[in-house]
């Protein structure tokens, strides 16, 4: 018997491109699993700074990550027993992440966990090198762009919904330094997955953007059955 294997939608890109948001929302419409990869770089780096390890700690970072007691349910994120949903979004604790991620320890400790999400009936998975790394035969890759003023205006809603403060101007210069970080890194770097769809998303609604995935994916689809 011929058994096709668990379909999955890769959609990576830079900081505050709208895809956790596409992501989401595709994953709810095809009843798929979700994978906010992100989310477990900023769970390494929320326990190393509340666990004062040093962010070039290279060994102590990877235990971190091998062993984080984490769990998703219900949209909310666990770290032991504590809701850290909106904590892991604070700037300081994603420019951590940025930082641990270039570590590739911390990269390799995170494999196991995110390939555990490949589960029927499938899984739609968001970072930075979904489709290059962790899931190469992904069966739809997307890249979402959007312009450094669209992506900061939308951190900048994002923050202030939470309860955070935030400053445009520093807003922006973070998103610049993060993104030449995550694109400039050695290992995993961000760009474009081989085969992969780029989508620009700095005029366009969420509803569009989805809306052209779900496209992009039944035309897949099709090709793989
Ligand atoms: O998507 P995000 O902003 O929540 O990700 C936080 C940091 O984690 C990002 O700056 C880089 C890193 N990251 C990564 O290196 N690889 C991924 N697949 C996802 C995130």
Redesign the pocket.
């Known amino acids: 018997m011929h058994t096709h294997p668990v379909p999955v939608i890769t959609i990576?890109g830079p900081?505050?491109s709208g895809?956790?948001t596409v992501a989401h929302i595709v994953a709810d419409l095809l009843g798929f699993h979700y994978l906010?990869?992100?989310?477990?770089?900023?769970l390494t780096?929320l326990s190393a700074l509340r666990k004062d390890t040093p962010l070039t700690d290279e060994h102590a970072l990877a235990k971190l990550a091998e062993h984080l007691p984490c769990h998703f349910t219900g949209g909310e994120i666990f770290l032991a027993n504590e809701n850290v949903s909106d904590a892991?979004?604070a700037e300081a604790v994603?420019?951590a992440?940025?930082k641990?991620?270039?570590l590739p320890m911390v990269?390799h400790a995170l494999l196991g966990l995110?390939l555990s999400f490949r589960r029927a009936p499938g899984l739609v998975a968001?970072?930075?090198?979904?489709g290059s790394?962790?899931f190469p035969t992904a069966t739809l890759k997307i890249f979402l762009l959007a312009s450094p003023e669209a992506r900061a205006q939308r951190r900048y809603k994002q923050l202030i919904e939470k309860g955070f403060s935030a400053n445009m101007e520093d807003l922006c210069k973070d998103l610049l330094e993060?993104d030449a970080?995550?694109a400039n890194?050695a290992i995993?770097p961000?760009k474009p997955a081989q085969g992969a769809y780029v989508l620009d998303t700095s005029h366009m609604g969420i509803d569009e953007a989805v809306a052209q995935v779900m496209a992009w994916y039944a035309a897949a689809k099709k090709v793989v059955q």
Not at 36 to 42: E, H, P, Q
């Open positions: 990576d900081t505050a895809k956790g906010d990869s992100g989310a477990l770089y900023r780096a892991i979004r994603g420019n992440a940025s641990i991620a270039t990269r995110q968001d970072g930075r090198d979904m790394v962790i993060r970080r995550d890194r995993a961000l």
